[in-house]
């Protein structure tokens, strides 16, 4: 967790972290037995391609969207603004083994899973032509995890499209905010062109686990592809 700067530009200031100390603590967290995990959120930066907040379609899936995700880095992380970063699960500085075995476990465990928790993707820094952040951010950002709780309840008002869910137009709650019509359709869309580098580049970051990748992430990207494929020639 942590506070952002942003920039109101294309130039961006580095970022600054914290850790700000646990507002509440629950006598569950300390349960033996567990407790239950209903979802999963991952998060990228990218200032476009990535939507504002999507729902895989399933465990393989979501463990697809978490092995591909990347960000675009910023000052604080390189040196270098906006060039983009494959961090599978943001695990890479963490992970003490083969991160091919690592998705592989994933896949694994969702099969011992009766009720699989569902899988999410947040981007909170898409921006407009203008450079602009479309989404305030902040504490703003309880209302895609309000969305992201009525899916996992089985509500939340969803459109499909190749990558997976995306809120539709009146799923979010946006009242007290403005974000207009154009920025919200604009936080939305999956354009396919963008997807076409996006694909590309997944493919070329995939292929250097070689043999020890997972058939089943192999699978899901060439899913993507044909389905990305179904809405151009559609």
Not at 49 to 63: I, K, R
Not at 120 to 138: E, I, S, T
Not at 146 to 160: F, T
Request: proline share 6%.
């Amino acid at each position: 967790m942590g506070s952002i700067q942003r920039a109101s530009g294309a130039s961006e200031r580095p970022i600054h972290r914290a850790s700000p100390a646990i507002a509440q603590h629950f006598a569950a967290v300390e349960a033996p037995e567990g407790v239950p995990i209903s979802a999963f959120i991952f998060g990228g930066r990218r200032a476009r391609v990535a939507p504002l907040v999507y729902e895989s379609f399933d465990w393989q899936h979501g463990v697809f969207v978490g092995a591909t995700m990347a960000s675009e880095t910023t000052a604080a992380a390189t040196g270098d603004v906006g060039v983009t970063r494959r961090d599978p699960m943001a695990m890479l500085p963490f992970c003490g083994y083969n991160m091919a075995d690592y998705f592989a476990h994933w896949l694994q465990m969702g099969k011992k899973i009766p009720k699989p928790p569902k899988i999410f993707h947040v981007n909170w820094f898409r921006k407009g032509a203008d450079g602009r952040f479309l989404w305030p951010g902040y504490g703003e950002n309880v209302r895609v995890l309000k969305w992201i709780l009525e899916r996992v309840e089985g509500r939340g008002a969803a459109q499909e499209t190749p990558i997976g869910y995306v809120p539709a137009k009146n799923g979010l709650t946006l009242d007290g905010i403005k974000v207009s019509d154009e920025a919200l359709n604009e936080l939305l869309r999956v354009n396919p062109e963008e997807w076409e580098a996006e694909m590309e580049d997944s493919k070329q970051f995939l292929s250097k686990f070689g043999k020890r990748l997972p058939r089943q992430i192999s699978e899901e990207h060439d899913k993507l592809a044909r389905r990305f494929q179904r809405v151009v020639t559609a």
